[in-house]
């Protein structure tokens, strides 16, 4: 695992070294604020870009920097076997603590609504790994449910109670 997360940090330096914003890349320190055990942290050093350079790398509701997960998750897995496939998460400047926060409070206030109406509960503008990962965090939950409806990039992730 150590090799692959080298490997990891040095295509993300590479990369973003390619775009024009060399910076360097760390791998700890945010075990504890992923849901996902098996993620890799990748963080990328940004304190010398300028405010518009970290936008840019973040993009509109996080799809820049989604999209840059996306690349490594399928770039770093391409020739590795199934069981010893990893979990990237592309952090820049707190964004994807605090977008973990949101998502944590927004499901949470899910929950909450649906077990106290017992109505669904629709939560939009999330990307697909944001879906996914709500969908991963609530699927041990035994009274409830979810599901993804619609088409992108109008895509919702709907909360409801577990049909008997």
């Known amino acids: 695992m150590e090799s692959q997360l080298q490997s990891g940090k040095q295509w993300l330096e590479q990369l973003l070294d390619f775009m024009g914003l060399a910076a360097q890349v760390t791998t700890e320190g945010f075990e504890t604020v992923t849901t996902d055990l098996k993620s890799n942290w990748l963080n990328i050093d940004g304190s010398n870009f300028t405010p518009e350079q970290k936008q840019q790398l973040i993009g509109n509701k996080g799809e820049s920097i989604d999209a840059i997960q996306y690349l490594a998750n399928t770039i770093l897995n391409l020739n590795a076997d199934p069981e010893t496939q990893n979990s990237f998460v592309i952090e820049l400047d707190g964004y994807r603590v605090k977008r973990n926060q949101e998502l944590a409070a927004l499901t949470q206030e899910a929950i909450d609504r649906v077990r106290e109406t ?3 509960v629709e ?9 996914k990962q709500i969908h991963s965090l609530l699927e041990n939950v035994e009274d409830l449910m979810t599901e993804s409806r619609g088409q992108e990039p109008d895509r919702r992730l709907i909360v409801r109670l577990q049909q008997p």
């Not at 939560?123 to 879906?131: D, G, K, N, T």
Request: net charge negative.
């Open 118 to 120: 017992g109505q669904e």
């Open 123 to 131: 939560i939009p503008s999330l990307s697909s790994a944001e879906r």
